[in-house]
């Protein structure tokens, strides 16, 4: 019998997607308008709506989300903090925005920034902290971030690539902060192929955005450059994309979430491997789901043997390495981060697609439970 491979990731089109997707671009083709037209107007609210906020601002990527925002607060010569476990552009928009990253702890529980970890790095030095919400996960601690961060007068910004439609005690991940950037890559739970979105409730800083990305100008017609701004526009062809996408979230979010429910359930008691659990009232996206494997595992040989003997791809970790292990991001200041080296060491993502089977659950449970108590097994022999 033929065995089962269920890939690392799978972009979702149906063909009545594709013929939706043609519509739009056909739409913005015929109208001359290729860019910042009612496409992306459309695709702008309708995603600012599904996460609760007054403005979304479309943009070429997650990181330009990142950069803009940071741009349009002011940070320029001063701190922001970010977690050590995420992804390269987080720090990365920091620098390019003229702002210094200051790398800080994470809680093993949420992969996020600790309530803790934040309140000792609040000096006056701070420009922002962006909590990143891992793995499409809200930290059960947001609450009492955004509060920490408002009683210090400090911009708290929302780094949600991972976190399309995942909600903590029912309220929208963007929902939280002063802005919020979102990823469309081709990986996310929902893409654009190529693109970003900014959410923010502050018409200040929306004015700004909408400006940022456009070069720098006062308005798309006009020509006074104001800021010091990029081409970070989306492209309609892209706003199509996403607008088709946006409108399959949810069935996109129900097919993810039993999948998380049957991974927990089906990993209970394994040898060698964890779920990590979510808090009460979190509703995850599952962009990733998270397990940790019990120290010993090699998690290089693990997912070889995952991969080799059973055709389970699993996706990249979230993240591998630590930003302060990154070559290019040594010299950060950081304090002692014990938390994000363990986390970043022993965890693995298994398999989460938008249509994914409970077949194919099936199959990643049955398989990372074998390797794993296997791996285990030999590990306290050794």
């Not at 519509?23 to 913005?28: G, I, K, P, Q, S």
């Not at 008691?269 to 979510?278: E, Y």
Request: hydrophobic residues 45%; glycine residues 10%.
């Amino acid at each position: 019998m033929t065995q089962l491979v269920v890939p690392p990731a799978r972009p979702v089109f149906t063909s009545s997607d594709r013929d939706a997707i043609a519509r739009l671009v056909d739409e913005a083709l015929t109208s001359g308008s290729l860019t910042l037209g009612p496409v992306t107007e459309r695709f702008e609210n309708a995603f600012a709506a599904r996460h609760r906020a007054d403005a979304g601002i479309a943009v070429s990527s997650g990181t330009a989300a990142l950069e803009i925002i940071l741009r349009s607060i002011g940070i320029e010569g001063r701190s922001v903090v970010v977690p050590a476990n995420t992804f390269f552009a987080t720090a990365a928009a920091v620098l390019h925005a003229g702002g210094r990253p200051r790398l800080a702890d994470i809680d093993r529980s949420t992969f996020a920034l600790s309530a803790a970890s934040v309140a000792s790095a609040l000096d006056n030095d701070c420009a922002a902290v962006i909590l990143v919400h891992i793995g499409g996960v809200i930290s059960s601690e947001v609450e009492e971030i955004a509060r920490l961060c408002a009683e210090a007068g400090v911009p708290l910004v929302e780094d949600a690539a991972h976190a399309h439609g995942a909600t903590f005690h029912g309220r929208a991940a963007g929902s939280f902060g002063s802005a919020a950037a979102f990823s469309f890559y081709p990986t996310k739970v929902m893409t654009s192929g190529e693109g970003g979105m900014i959410l923010t409730s502050d018409e200040r800083l929306a004015a700004e955005a909408r400006m940022y990305r456009d070069q720098g100008k006062a308005g798309f017609l006009g020509g006074e450059h104001v800021r010091l701004g990029y081409a970070w526009r989306m492209s309609e062809l892209h706003a199509a994309v996403g607008e088709v996408q946006l409108a399959r979230l949810d069935s996109f979010l129900e097919v993810r979430r039993r999948a998380g429910s049957r991974y927990a359930t089906g990993l209970a008691g394994a040898a060698g491997i964890t779920s990590v659990p979510l808090a009460p009232g979190t509703a995850s996206n599952y962009y990733k789901y998270l397990a940790m494997l019990a120290p010993g595992i090699d998690r290089d040989e693990f997912k070889r043997i995952v991969r080799e003997d059973h055709g389970v791809g699993m996706s990249g970790e979230v993240y591998s390495s630590p930003l302060h292990h990154q070559p290019v991001f040594r010299s950060i200041t950081h304090g002692p981060l014990p938390v994000t080296e363990a986390v970043c060491a022993h965890h693995v993502c298994l398999p989460v697609h938008s249509d994914i089977t409970d077949d194919e659950v099936d199959h990643v449970i049955n398989a990372v439970r074998q390797v794993a108590a296997d791996l285990a097994g030999r590990a306290l022999i050794s």
